[in-house]
């Protein structure tokens, strides 16, 4: 896993480039320790840098910019091609010969050989690069299908900036970095800016699947090698044939082999473990295919609404592994906050991205590598909106948008709290049943997309922190996401493989991937998330629903694959998430800081918020009259990025 960074525009002189690029590559030193690198090219304005963690072929043999055998191509290259080894066979059973060892070597041959599209078509594996072709002299931005590795470019004047994070932008002299205010009103609905917006005007993100070609004369052309929508498609028209027991068996193969294929590495490798579903999935595959105990982290708070360290204990020694773990304080937890606006570079609000660095941090103490079980809700069904759009939305549509928010607005005069309270008398009427977590945030949540018009909007409804941020924000309006696109192939998808789609397009990459990214990279950690091997996606999209969500139950298919080694008993508990308790936070140890950033002449001297409707969510959440957490850690974040500037 790398950092990748670089310039393009007037000519320059060499030792002017360098620096500068020095400067770029400094930047993100925290992606790659072990090396650096520069390839510059005056005559052409074209400077291209590197940072290297060192993973494959730890020799100099594998150091980057690396230029193609025939000359042709420079590339800087973030990631791992994880079915390298079988294209490095079929490329020299054709007569080419090999330096040295690393997938980048692999990838220039591949595409000196077969062209860039049918090259990366080719590339199983997470990975962001730039390609410059000497010949043409064009650009080449490139991203992996589902959007792991992360890609930033925008013009400044007249020079093209890139690399994988922003900071790496900000370094150059040309850098001239203005907000973004529809960007803004976008990052108050999702907690993060969605691709290929970015906070800054001008600077975007390389979308998922995605080649971004930029001409001499400054001409951009995109093009997408890969389609998820194409995969949908054909996954809900061919389902896999066969009883349970028979797709089960071609689940497993295939997640064994992918999982397989990222466990190689001339460093040590280990894993996440969460103690749900997918992480304990993915080890205990991981433990199958190995002839020594796996080594896994987890991380766990003394909140029991919080706390699955206790079950991954539990796997963890029915699994064999070599278990660590780490019980965090609020005071450890707390710590990490002045951290974030520089490990996101831009506003970005998924409160886990605390527990997440914490456990990548507790990881990087013994492994260079670590797995993880990202990808298993939305390839495979588990958030709770997909229960929720199953069985809840196919009965409100029928009836009349005013009825459903009179019914809403009569769930919203009960606090979260008296939910909780509810919850829990009922609860002790029925022992039996199992505990379901923040009872009266669901409720409220439910509350809130009641009215929606369609399944489309009923999603977004049910993924957005602020309901109106356009209202929030002073001068922003929505820009179109993949969710809100005039002419959405979604749109003929039944409604829970809808919202599944657009969550593999938008929250995947644009939050789950970018919080895993940075958080790991912050430590020189690198994550590897075999669930989302596109073998493994355009396989799941095949399995029927049936195997997905069943009688209110998700993920049906990956947990029989999973029972299948460890016992159900071990997991039969409701899904937690990986989260913080932000909400009673704000009302205690984080108050004073939160009323500091969020007082009004503060908001109002800022010039981006309308002070109003955050001064009365302010409110309310510390009264505990209604639970504000998310957007209230939106405008958090945003003032707080803001004024590390």
């Known amino acids: 896993?790398?950092?990748?960074?670089?310039?393009?525009?007037?000519?320059?002189?060499?030792?002017?480039?360098?620096?500068?690029?020095?400067?770029?590559?400094?930047?993100?030193?925290?992606?790659?320790?072990?090396d650096s690198g520069a390839w510059t090219d005056p005559e052409q304005g074209i400077a291209l840098g590197h940072r290297r963690l060192s993973i494959l072929d730890l020799t100099p043999t594998g150091h980057q910019p690396m230029t193609s055998r025939d000359g042709r191509y420079v590339i800087v290259f973030n990631g791992e091609i994880y079915n390298f080894a079988a294209l490095r066979q079929r490329l020299a059973d054709a007569g080419e010969s090999f330096r040295g060892h690393s997938d980048t070597e692999v990838m220039l041959a591949a595409i000196s050989s077969w062209g860039l599209k049918p090259a990366v078509r080719s590339f199983a594996g997470q990975f962001a690069f730039a390609l410059w072709d000497r010949q043409s002299r064009t650009l080449h931005l490139v991203r992996d299908r589902l959007g792991e590795k992360p890609l930033y470019y925008g013009w400044m004047g007249d020079t093209l900036l890139l690399g994988s994070e922003l900071k790496a932008l900000r370094a150059h002299p040309s850098w001239r970095g203005s907000i973004d205010r529809n960007a803004l009103t976008l990052y108050l609905r999702h907690g993060c800016v969605p691709a290929p917006y970015s906070i800054y005007e001008g600077v975007h993100k390389v979308e998922p699947a995605t080649i971004v070609t930029i001409a001499t004369g400054g001409q951009v052309a995109s093009s997408r090698y890969w389609l998820l929508e194409d995969v949908v498609h054909y996954g809900m028209a061919h389902p896999l044939e066969g009883n349970d027991e028979a797709i089960l068996d071609e689940l497993e193969r295939v997640l064994r082999s992918a999982i397989a294929e990222q466990m190689v590495a001339d460093v040590p490798v280990g894993a996440f473990l969460s103690g749900g579903i997918d992480s304990t999935a993915v080890v205990a595959l991981m433990q199958a295919e190995s002839s020594r105990p796996v080594r896994t982290f987890t991380i766990g708070f003394r909140d029991i609404d919080y706390d699955e360290a206790v079950h991954a204990r539990a796997l963890a020694r029915h699994m064999g592994t070599d278990h660590t773990e780490l019980y965090v304080s609020p005071e450890q937890a707390l710590a990490v906050i002045p951290l974030l606006p520089s490990m996101f570079d831009e506003p970005f609000a998924d409160s886990s991205q605390i527990p997440t660095f914490l456990v990548a941090q507790l990881a990087r103490q013994q492994v260079t590598v670590a797995l993880s079980g990202d990808g298993g809700d939305e390839l495979f069904g588990g958030y709770y909106r997909y229960f929720v759009g199953a069985r809840l939305w196919p009965r409100l549509a029928p009836f009349p948008t005013w009825l459903r928010g009179a019914v809403a607005s009569a769930a919203r005069q009960v606090t979260p709290a008296g939910w909780d309270r509810l919850a829990g008398a009922v609860q002790r009427l029925t022992p039996g049943r199992p505990r379901l977590p923040r009872v009266g945030e669901r409720i409220h949540k439910l509350a809130g997309v009641a009215s929606a018009g369609n399944a489309t909007d009923f999603y977004r409804r049910m993924v957005s922190h602020w309901q109106h941020p356009a209202e929030v924000v002073i001068g922003g309006r929505e820009l179109e996401t993949v969710s809100t696109a005039s002419r959405s192939p979604a749109e003929a998808f039944p409604t829970v493989e809808r919202m599944m789609y657009f969550d593999a397009r938008g929250y995947l990459p644009d939050d789950i991937l970018a919080k895993v990214d940075r958080a790991t990279m912050a430590v020189s950690l690198e994550s590897r998330a075999p669930l989302l091997d596109h073998r493994v996606v355009e396989l799941g999209w095949r399995l029927p629903m049936s195997l997905k969500i069943r009688r209110g139950v998700g993920k049906v298919a990956l947990r029989k694959v999973l029972f299948r080694h460890v016992p159900e008993s071990l997991l039969d508990r409701p899904k937690m998430g990986f989260s913080v308790p932000i909400a009673s936070w704000l009302r205690g140890p984080l108050k004073e800081w939160a009323g500091d950033l969020l007082a009004g002449p503060r908001i109002r001297s800022a010039g981006y918020f309308q002070p109003a409707p955050i001064a009365r969510a302010w409110s309310e959440h510390l009264s505990g009259a209604r639970n504000w957490e998310e957007p209230l850690w939106d405008a958090l974040m945003f003032e707080a990025w803001r004024e590390a500037l």
């Open 1 to 34: 896993m790398c950092g990748i960074t670089g310039f393009w525009g007037p000519g320059f002189q060499a030792e002017e480039a360098e620096h500068i690029l020095g400067r770029m590559t400094d930047a993100i030193r925290h992606r790659g320790p072990d």
